[in-house]
């Protein structure tokens, strides 16, 4: 049985009709310690692995002074993991951190730090 296009647009019309808003769902609630806190923080990084070198850029767009740190885990076990020195990304500021192993980069990742 073919259906005429006036009983399909009808079908999809009740349809549409019977279907709740999602703005009238209830929402679940987020408890107040883990709510985002009012004060954003945090540089935003890109890392980019190349080979066996890894480097990182750092955008702080807050006014807070972000200390940020590279941190490099080689593949091999006897390769050595490095952690970078501090840097400060200041306000509106971009900062570079570099590492490397002696072959293959397992992961990469940056830490983030107040400073007060």
Not at 44 to 71: K, M, Q, W
Request: charged share 25%; aromatic share 6%; proline share 8%.
């Amino acid at each position: 049985m073919r259906l005429s296009r006036r009983t399909a647009s009808l079908s999809l019309a009740v349809a549409l009709a019977m279907t709740p808003a999602s703005a009238a769902l209830p929402h679940a609630r987020v408890p107040a310690d883990e709510r985002p806190s009012a004060d954003p923080f945090g540089a935003a990084c890109r890392i980019r692995v190349t080979g066996s070198r890894v480097t990182a850029f750092c955008h702080n767009p807050y006014p807070e002074i972000d200390r940020v740190s590279l941190h490099v885990e080689c593949a091999r076990w006897w390769d050595l993991d490095t952690d970078s020195a501090p840097v400060e990304a200041r306000p509106a500021q971009t900062v570079r951190l570099t590492g490397r192993c002696w072959k293959e980069v397992g992961e990469a990742w940056i830490s983030h730090r107040r400073v007060r």
